[in-house]
């Protein structure tokens, strides 16, 4: 017989007799199994390997198991230890769960026992292990790493994101569609104290006002003409957890009443329904809108605004931040050459200067389509401008002037208008300081004072051409 859950053990017992009967029998199921006769003896072969199960005896001729289960709490935690006894006792048992010990059994130990604690103590660590990585990977996908950009305004959203991550405060994420306000949102998530909790989503805009109250609130049997059936809402499913709402400036008057009384009391009440629920929910809202606008115009509360106007965040769009260009290409450049097991390695200076010079109406998302379209279709191993859609060459006037611009030189020198913007740019907003625009920009002064002087930029000259 093998079992279907093979690992990696140790058996500690001082009665030789015993320690390789167990040992056989285990090895027998398909078990790695290694022994030891004291407590010392057995950390050794811990420290060694990283065992999955550890079998032992409670007596033992140096020390006894319990400090072996705490040896293991505090060196290997990742490790299930099953203590075994002779004089078992209801509270030596009570104890040895207290101190962690995944199982405690009693001598002599039937052979299909100790097989099932092995295999639901196997199965257990490997749950465990796999939730780690499955962690570790929402940790990457959701946390910073996944928000791809190193122009100043991407540092300072950052910046930002991390300040008010693990506070309760609602934020607001503005941007132009496509932009990557929902990333944005994970990521305050996943940077939270809340990170294990649920993170939920609703596009407000893609449901029709009577079904985005009940998606939000949930309703009551027999509230509206097909409620068959209780259903719970967002709010409730997010309880302890973040609620993302994306476009809230398409939210119905009547709707914006209910989200300033969940706002202000965390209450409410499902569609067609009397009872109150209360919820600890953490809210993100986004919009592409000027909410300011809106509010003088009469289409959204001045109440509400002033409510979700407590931290906003501002996502640029692309072309405020074409530096960043060629960092997201080669991201998602990687990401595509990984899903269709492609090996491009780059794309070609026309290429990346063409996308640098397109004003990408729909942003980074429809700078995704296009990296994904020019991986499809490429021929060699380096992306080139034939592969890339018409409508990132206007006319033939831009794609001959793209050219003569490079007209065989390097890249760097054909990226030096956009990073004399970027300069530009970066000295405006920190109100021409030239200290909190080097450290904006992530160069010391000196390299800043260079590139200055490189570009011909001072404070009169390109006010003077402006």
């Known amino acids: 017989m093998v079992m279907a859950t093979s690992g990696s053990l140790l058996v500690v017992d001082d009665d030789r007799h015993i320690q390789n ?41 140096d020390k006894d198991g319990f400090e072996l289960l705490q040896w293991t709490r505090d060196n290997a935690s990742d490790t299930a230890v099953i203590l075994l006894t002779g004089y078992g006792t209801i509270e030596s048992a009570v104890e040895a769960i207290r101190m962690g010990a995944f199982d405690y059994l009693t001598k002599p130990v039937i052979d299909e026992e100790l097989n099932l604690s092995i295999e639901r103590a196997v199965g257990q660590r490997r749950l465990l292990q796999e939730n780690k990585v499955l962690k570790a990977r929402l940790h990457e996908r959701d946390g910073l790493s996944s928000i791809i950009g190193k122009d100043y305004k991407m540092l300072r959203m950052f910046e930002l994101i991390e ?12 941007g132009e569609s496509g932009t990557g306000k929902t990333i944005t949102a994970r990521s305050i998530h ?24 009940s998606e939000l609130f949930g309703h009551v049997t027999g509230a509206f003409t097909g409620a068959s059936h209780d259903k719970i809402g967002k709010f409730l499913q997010a309880d302890g957890g973040t609620l993302f709402l994306d476009e809230i400036a398409t939210a119905s008057p009547a709707l914006q009443v209910k989200l300033l009384r969940v706002l202000q009391d965390r209450e409410f009440e499902a569609v067609g329904g009397n009872e109150t629920h209360k919820v600890d929910v953490r809210l993100i809202l986004a919009t592409n809108c000027d909410l300011e606008e809106a ?26 931040r074409i530096g960043d260009i060629p960092l ?29 010079q397109y004003h990408w109406p729909g942003n980074v998302r429809e700078l995704v389509n296009v990296i994904e379209r020019a991986v499809v279709l490429c021929k060699g191993n380096q992306i080139t401008s034939g592969d890339l859609p018409e409508k990132l060459f206007v006319e033939d006037e831009r794609r001959a002037r793209i050219e003569a611009q490079l007209g065989g030189a390097s890249l760097k020198n054909a990226l030096s208008t956009p990073e ?7 000295l405006e907003t920190n109100g021409w300081n030239r200290q909190g625009t080097a450290k904006a920009l992530g160069i010391n002064r000196t390299t800043l004072y260079k590139k200055m002087k490189k570009y011909d930029i001072d404070f009169e000259t390109v006010y003077k051409h402006s």
């Open 21 to 61: 009967a167990m040992a056989d029998y285990l090895r027998s199921l398909g078990h790695r199994t290694e022994t030891a006769s004291t407590c010392m003896e057995a950390i050794e072969r811990m420290e060694e390997f990283p065992f999955e199960v550890v079998v032992c005896d409670v007596n033992l001729p």
């Open 163 to 174: 300040s008010v991550a693990d506070t309760r405060t609602t934020a607001l994420i503005l």
């Open 190 to 213: 996943q940077l939270s104290n809340r990170a294990d909790r649920p993170f939920v989503e609703v596009a407000c805009g893609a449901l029709p006002e009577n079904l985005l109250e």
């Open 295 to 320: 509010v003088k115009r009469g289409e959204f509360r001045e109440d509400l605004y002033y409510r979700i106007n407590v931290i906003t965040l501002t996502q640029p769009s692309l072309r405020e």
């Open 328 to 356: 997201l290409v080669d991201h998602y450049l990687k990401q595509f050459n990984a899903q269709t097991g492609r090996q491009i390695k780059g794309v070609d200076d026309l290429a990346l200067h063409a996308m640098q």
């Open 420 to 426: 004399r913007q970027l300069i530009i740019q970066a």
